[in-house]
């Protein structure tokens, strides 16, 4: 299976920052990989797909970049709401896995 | 609107057995594969079982491969897992998620069904 790893773990940062949170695929995986934000007791919802490409719906705030084993979400102007934790995942083949999940704290 | 609903969590016993079902709602059910994902508590997500459209072309993560079986009714909107021999490690809640376009990325997930695994 393709290892998803995460960076940071956890992160604090404040309204108005600029945020970016980096995965990294065990092996290449074009740029099937998308990213989820899941806040407490709820269910993930979808940000990213395809590494850049933005969610219907989903504030312009939010970015995806990068391809192969590399990748990088970014939020430019972090909001209050966007508080929670982010999952990225590839989908590159079967099974599809996440990694461990970043926890952003406002 | 596009909804999800899952059904069939509780407490069991370990080597016991429940029935997950998923109504969908809101969308052509019959157009998109299906899967199931399910996050421990405290803990990660951890994609479970993946059904095409027409329920035949099905995958399993290695960790329920013979004991989970999913499957599915589109005319009546439904996704089901029929889990078996139940251990406590598959404590979790389970959500039932759609496919985009058969590129196993989710674009809706249900709210999720806990299953606790406890003597």
């Known amino acids: 299976d393709i290892q998803m790893t995460q960076s940071p773990s956890s992160l604090s940062a404040s309204v108005g920052d600029r945020v970016a949170i980096t995965c990294r695929a065990s092996?290449?995986?074009?740029?099937?990989l998308n990213w989820y934000q899941q806040k407490p007791g709820k269910a993930p919802k979808l940000l990213i797909y395809a590494a850049s490409s933005l969610q219907s719906g989903v504030p312009s705030r939010f970015s995806g970049s990068g391809s192969g084993t590399d990748f990088t979400l970014s939020i430019s102007s972090l909001q209050p709401e966007d508080f929670g934790t982010y999952y990225c995942q590839q989908s590159y083949i079967t099974p599809c896995t996440f990694g461990q999940g970043t926890k952003l704290e406002i | 609107e596009v909804e999800l609903v899952e059904s069939g969590g509780g407490l069991v016993q370990p080597g016991g057995s429940l029935r997950l079902s998923c109504a969908a709602s809101?969308?052509?059910?019959?157009?998109?594969?299906m899967h199931w994902v399910r996050q421990a508590p405290g803990k990660g997500l951890v994609w479970v079982s993946r059904i095409d459209s027409a329920g035949s072309n099905i995958a399993y993560a290695d960790s329920v491969k013979g004991r989970f079986s999913i499957s599915r009714d589109n005319a009546k909107n439904t996704v089901y897992m029929q889990m078996n021999s139940l251990r406590v490690e598959d404590t979790a809640v389970y959500y039932c998620v759609r496919d985009v376009d058969t590129s196993m990325v989710g674009d809706y997930w249900g709210q999720g069904t806990l299953v606790t695994v406890s003597s």
């Open positions: 809101g969308f052509t059910l019959s157009s998109y594969w």
């Open positions: 092996q290449s995986i074009s740029n099937s």
